[in-house]
């Protein structure tokens, strides 16, 4: 497969390693922000690569996983509403809720329908005249224009019964609102490859500036990351941290004017909270007033107060998502928590840590 | 072909002479051979020891680039007794038909079917046919029996041996990949192809050679993931994979990265994975090779005594991971 094959190369793998091994006693924590980082590092055992005091925790960006948990009880319940088809990511299907998941309600019979484009949501709505089609908008900037798209779409074609349950958010808020807590010393950023093709390499500039933290956006396959590891460690040497790119044949420095401007068309920037960390201001998305008819949280206003969420308070993928404890640390990881009976939706997700650490597991 | 009808509906399962017209046209006719009598069983003179597998076939779309789920049903209960060293010699088939199913499809799956079994040198010889309402089955559903003749004794999951060598017959994911684009109609859907097909030359080559073959394994649902995790626990063994022996089509590999999963635990419906004596190893790899299904065969791991009930992975880039089973991933129905 051009431009991914080439990235997992042997030899070349083993010179990157080798530039690597020149760090050796330092001590430096990455953390990779991006779950699909967290699943290529685990799949591609890339740790056993590292110097031994350069240890990767996994950070914030698996989107499924930083949904709260209110957020989640609410889609269920709408999902149960007479005549509602919910549309969703198959990513969502297992997540837990209080008391029941998408998963369960399909085998019930609620008419749950899982989708790889939110264009096919719009597809569903308009086959089905006579149903209300709710589709689950979850992601950060990556896949956010999709849905921008699917909204247009629906708003351009009169879809009245087509809404979308908008749980986007953004990745730059949420960096700086990890850093500012000074919960975990981390000593650099892994970015994520995907988002940034959307906003850019400069919209991370203010965390060298502020937080004095080396920074390099990467890409998803061996050589990728190993190369923004070195950029970072490069970087605490020389202590001159910066925003790097070690992705280039993906990413600018500037956004997707496209995509930017489709979704400051139909999003504006609101309060979200995130599952671990809280209210993050300015991270979420809503949809802009223009649009707010295709919002389901203003055409369910009445249903989502009612909804009770309670989780169970062992879990701990919300320290976990900040990099405070890796997924083992979980006393319930493993034991009660497992990809099939997952309490948390860091076990679930294909993106989560604790299902990455579950399924490529440890070699002593 | 003498019926009227264009589709099967519920009448032709009713036990009439609708039925028997649509058995005679479709499956007595298609299948041709002097077993299938009218009676409620067949007769088989088979010499014992006797191996005995049954399968369910309910993929969707039951048409899919490279097969359809009549020569699955064939290829897959065949595929069954030969992984405890049997010889097929004779199939049942079943059939749970949605009303309203065109009779023309039907009687693609029976040609599919009846071709397959000839090219595994097994026969079918026996049925049923139920007709159900619209939208109590999707379409038709296929239920396979096959008994066979042991020709190897003591072939089983659990008697892998620290030393074997694993032979895989071909790329892995080919099935799923291909049923999954059909499905969804993702990407170029044409551009896989699923590599359904009945393994029987290759076993049984082996088997005549007399390669000391210990355990055998299709890997289909959950692919070599679980498989091998399978025979890891039976046989209380270690594995050790090398991933730059096994093949993955480009295609497939690009289909897998686009759908977030990993071709390790993608179905295949026309591989094998053949745990062997070592010293037997490059002569059973030579004989695999030489089958029209076996060209891209390769020795791809082997079995240990370290680590009991794991499975490990050489990465291409020289790492090291576990391959764990699956966990009941969200997949579409592939087989």
Known sequence: MKFSEEFRDESLVKVASSRLARYEGYEATIMEVCGTHTMSAARFGLRFLLPSGISLISGPGCPVCVTDQRDIDAFLS???????????????????????????????????????????AVSIARENPLREVVFLGIGFETTTPGTAVAVRSACEEGLQNFSVYCCHKTMPPALRALLSSGDVAISGLLLPGHVTTIIGARAYEFIPREFNVPCAVAGFEPLDMLMAIEMILHQIAERNPRVENAYWRAVNEFPNELARALMAEVFVPADSVWRGIGVIPGSGMELAPKYSEFDAKKRYADVIPSVQSTSNTLCRCGEVLRGVIPPTKCSLFGRSCTPTTPVGPCMVSSEGACAAAYKYGSIE | ?????????????????????????????TYGNDLATRDDSARIDIEGP???????????????????????????????????????????????????????????????????????????????????????????????????????????????????AIILTGSIGDHGAAVMLAREKLLDAESIESDTAPLVDIVLNLIRAGCKIHAMRDPTRGGIAASLNEIAKQSRVGIDLDGRALV???????????????????????????????????????????????????????VNALHSGQVRLRTTIGTTRIVSPPTGELLPRIC
């Open chain 2, 1 to 29: 072909m003498s019926l009227s009808d264009t589709q099967v509906s519920l009448k032709h399962g009713a036990g009439g002479t609708a039925m028997t017209e649509l058995i005679d046209a479709v499956f007595t006719a």
């Open chain 2, 50 to 164: 006797v191996a005995f597998t049954t399968d369910s076939f309910v993929v969707d779309p039951i048409f899919f680039p490279g097969g359809d789920i009549g020569r699955l049903a064939v290829a897959g209960t065949v595929n069954d007794l030969l992984t405890i060293g049997a010889k097929p010699v004779a199939l049942s088939a079943s059939f749970i038909i949605e009303e309203g199913l065109p009779i023309s499809d039907l009687l693609s799956i029976a040609r599919s079917m009846a071709l397959t079994a000839r090219e595994a040198n097994v026969r079918i010889v026996t049925g049923d046919t139920k007709v159900v309402p619209r939208g109590s089955a999707d379409k038709v559903f296929i239920t396979t029996s096959g008994i066979g003749t042991i020709l190897l004794n003591g072939l089983s999951g659990a008697a892998a041996k620290p030393g074997d």
């Open chain 2, 248 to 302: 993955v089509k480009p295609a497939v590999a690009a289909a897998c990265e686009v759908l977030g999963i990993d071709p390790f635990y993608v179905a295949n419906e026309g591989k094998m994975l053949i745990f062997v004596d070592p010293r037997d190893a490059e002569r059973s790899l030579e004989i695999v090779k030489q089958s029209a299904y076996g060209a891209e065969a390769a020795l791809v791991g082997w």
């Open chain 1, 78 to 120: 709408i999902a149960q509403l007479p005549g509602v088809i919910l549309v969703t990511f198959g990513d969502m299907m297992r997540v837990p809720g209080s008391s029941t998941s998408l998963e369960r309600l399909r085998a019930e019979g609620i008419d749950v329908r899982v989708v790889y484009s939110p264009m096919d």
